[in-house]
């Protein structure tokens, strides 16, 4: 059931991780720590397709969901990083489209930080998966006037933005930009879609009854903001080719969970002598732009530019300087600098919050370091 290894020390990490299957019903997973740019913790098991048998070895592939905002935001960060754009520039500037009404006054920190006033798509998801059509929609939509959306998770909403700002200053695609900046260079095991020869790799996603709600609302704000992609049924997108293929850059990211704890080791210093953002930009990262309480969740909620930080009974650990990204159903995906400790956990069964598996692996982990 349980494959990998752990370095000496970090023994209570694969206990946790055993402790997952035993006690809680975890059905195939991976988790991954790297300390001082060196891999720590290498674990997996269970099962990843459910329908065929297939176990979860080594090289399975798993579909992260929101955890690719770490990665589309790193793309940002090393234009900024060039140059090439600031944190303080209006969306216009570059997508002059995206100023029609009443949105010229937006920046790019409102885009990376929930602040932009556009969490739903009002022309409706029928393109989902057309980034061109998609991208149309937000440009010619006026921005929200409710008050709740000043500061309102942009689940989706948040990929087509930051997908158009590259596409717009630097000619590639988020999926383009980070394969040949980052996945490439750093020898990732990390996408923003899938390469088609690879789906083979990737898990069955699958959903428990009742973890997938859709409840009538009275509230025209959570009737609007609706995610298609967790809705009943929703499971037969995740798992379709076209999605995988796709590179949604909010929610389309695949990986193995050491491919992610070494990307973020890259942002906390060298891995194999490379770093591609400087100390200097990621200190940009992470530092808060807004904190408030999200209003669909009712939950504290602190972004930097795209990533999330710490907050009491933050997902991403206890330690106080953590940032990363969460992703729906139980992803897990970030950094401890003070610790000099980046981690990742990705699993094919989505769960709802409160999740103790992503917390019992890094209360774990920091039990170790």
Known sequence: MIDGWTAAGFEQVADAFARNFAERGELGAAFAAYQDGRPVVDLWGGTADPDAGR????????????????????????????????????????????????????????????????????????????????????????????????????????????????????????????????????????????????HWRATTMVAPDGVLIDEPQTDRLLQLNRNPL????????????????????????????????????????????????????????????????EPTWGSEMVYGAGFELHVPGSRLGRPIDAFGHVGAGGSTHGAWPSRRITFSYLMNQVRTVPDPRPQTLLDALESAV
């Open 230 to 293: 967790w809705v009943p049924g929703a499971e037969k997108i995740w798992n379709s080719t076209e999605y995988r293929s796709a590179g949604l850059a909010a929610v389309g990211g695949f990986a193995t969970a050491r491919g992610m704890a070494r990307f973020y080791a890259s942002l906390v210093g060298e891995v194999d002598g490379q770093r591609i953002l400087t100390p200097a930009t990621v200190e940009l990262a992470r530092r808060e732009i807004r904190r408030g309480t």
């Open 55 to 198: 176990g979860w070895d080594r090289d399975t592939i798993q579909l992260m969901f929101s955890g690719t905002k770490g990665l589309a935001s790193a793309c940002v960060l090393l234009m900024v990083q060039r140059g090439q754009v600031s944190l303080d520039d209006r969306l216009s500037r570059y997508w002059p489209e995206f100023g029609a009404a009443g949105k010229t006054e937006t920046t790019l920190s409102d885009v990376l930080s929930h602040q932009a006033r556009l969490p739903w798509v009002e022309a409706g998801y029928a393109d989902l998966l057309d980034h061109d059509v998609m991208a149309g929609h937000l440009a010619a939509q006026a921005p929200s006037t409710d008050p709740r959306a000043a500061f309102m998770y942009h689940a989706i909403t948040w990929g087509w933005l930051v997908d158009e700002l590259v596409r717009r200053v630097d000619g590639r695609t988020v999926q383009q930009f980070f394969a040949e900046e980052y996945a490439v260079p750093l020898g990732l095991e990390v996408w923003i879609g899938l390469p088609e020869d690879l």
